[in-house]
């Protein structure tokens, strides 16, 4: 069985409405089972180390967005850090994350520009968890996960409290019908009905403050967005590459267009 922890950075909706951001982003961690228990000891590991290191309350819930751009938000033992301490806090993160072998990185980014003049909020947040739900789904099919490699496996999705009635609803609809573009050697495509599988039960809605593997996916997200999409302080200090940190665990059989494995849609 493979748990996907899921987390989303940017907002899903539209330029013409009035959108901050110009792409909405999803990051998926996935961990094997039988590797949860040593993934959860490294993400413990590192809480310690940031206690040792900077007295951050091993409880305290550690949003990279916050950090960064309304630390006021955060809990007191983050906001006593200065402004170039809380990224190195999100450095040292990346690099933790990127440590973990038998954890791997799925991630979409939605460009906003790309769209036509009709889509609407709706059609942006469908259209990224359609698409992190499928490369969950075939990763899981052809055993491209590291870890074991069971020919029955299944996965299960856990996502920061978001929409998790449409969430249902996305799967409940892959579940039954699910067509596919599929390109031929020819170079022809033709749409090929492949209904959702490998990925069983509802999804799970977690509060990120009880849960490391949430948190480690909020850091990867926001250096995923802020990665095409930098705000000021992370492009001067040089925060906008620290997505390329992660690259020792990125799902590069996510995209095989991308270098880094990124659905970019």
Same mark, same amino acid.
């Given at each position: 069985?493979?748990?996907?922890?899921?987390?989303?950075?940017?907002?899903?909706?539209?330029?013409?409405?009035?959108?901050?951001?110009?792409?909405?982003?999803?990051?998926?961690?996935?961990?094997?089972?039988?590797?949860?228990?040593?993934?959860?000891?490294?993400?413990?590991?590192?809480?310690?180390?940031?206690?040792?290191?900077?007295?951050?309350?091993?409880?305290?819930?550690?949003?990279?967005?916050?950090?960064?751009?309304?630390?006021?938000?955060?809990?007191?033992?983050?906001?006593?850090?200065?402004?170039?301490?809380?990224?190195?806090?999100?450095?040292?993160?990346?690099?933790?994350?990127?440590?973990?072998?038998?954890?791997?990185?799925?991630?979409?980014?939605?460009?906003?520009?790309?769209?036509?003049?009709?889509?609407?909020?709706?059609?942006?947040?469908?259209?990224?968890?359609?698409?992190?739900?499928?490369?969950?789904?075939?990763?899981?099919?052809?055993?491209?996960?590291?870890?074991?490699?069971?020919?029955?496996?299944?996965?299960?999705?856990?996502?920061?409290?978001?929409?998790?009635?449409?969430?249902?609803?996305?799967?409940?609809? !892959? %579940?039954?019908?699910?067509?596919?573009?599929?390109? =031929? $050697?020819?170079?022809? /495509?033709? *749409?090929?009905?492949?209904?959702?599988?490998?990925?069983?039960?509802?999804?799970? !809605? %977690?509060?990120?403050?009880?849960?490391?593997?949430? =948190? $480690?996916?909020?850091? /990867?997200? *926001?250096?995923?967005?802020?990665?095409?999409?930098?705000?000021?302080?992370?492009?001067?200090?040089?925060?906008?590459?620290?997505?390329?940190?992660?690259?020792?665990?990125?799902?590069?059989?996510?995209?095989?267009?991308?270098?880094?494995?990124?659905?970019?849609?």
């Amino acid at each position: 069985m493979y748990f996907m922890y899921v987390d989303e950075s940017g907002d899903c909706g539209t330029l013409a409405e009035g959108s901050p951001t110009s792409v909405f982003c999803l990051s998926g961690i996935v961990v094997h089972e039988l590797r949860w228990r040593d993934a959860l000891g490294d993400l413990a590991d590192f809480r310690r180390r940031l206690w040792r290191d900077h007295k951050i309350n091993i409880e305290d819930e550690l949003h990279a967005g916050e950090l960064i751009s309304n630390p006021a938000k955060s809990p007191r033992s983050f906001q006593r850090l200065r402004k170039h301490q809380r990224l190195a806090v999100i450095r040292q993160f990346a690099d933790r994350i990127a440590s973990m072998r038998d954890i791997s990185l799925i991630n979409v980014v939605v460009y906003k520009r790309k769209l036509p003049p009709t889509v609407t909020k709706a059609d942006i947040f469908r259209r990224a968890w359609y698409a992190l739900f499928q490369r969950f789904e075939n990763t899981i099919r052809y055993q491209n996960f590291p870890g074991p490699k069971n020919p029955d496996d299944r996965g299960v999705v856990f996502a920061d409290d978001t929409d998790g009635g449409k969430l249902k609803k996305f799967l409940n609809d !892959m %579940r039954q019908r699910n067509p596919l573009r599929v390109r =031929q $050697a020819t170079g022809e /495509a033709f *749409y090929e009905d492949q209904p959702i599988r490998a990925i069983v039960e509802d999804p799970v !809605m %977690r509060d990120s403050r009880e849960s490391y593997f949430i =948190q $480690a996916a909020d850091c /990867a997200v *926001y250096l995923l967005k802020q990665s095409i999409d930098p705000c000021g302080f992370m492009k001067k200090h040089g925060g906008n590459a620290y997505f390329k940190r992660l690259e020792p665990v990125l799902c590069k059989h996510a995209s095989r267009t991308d270098p880094l494995g990124v659905v970019r849609l």
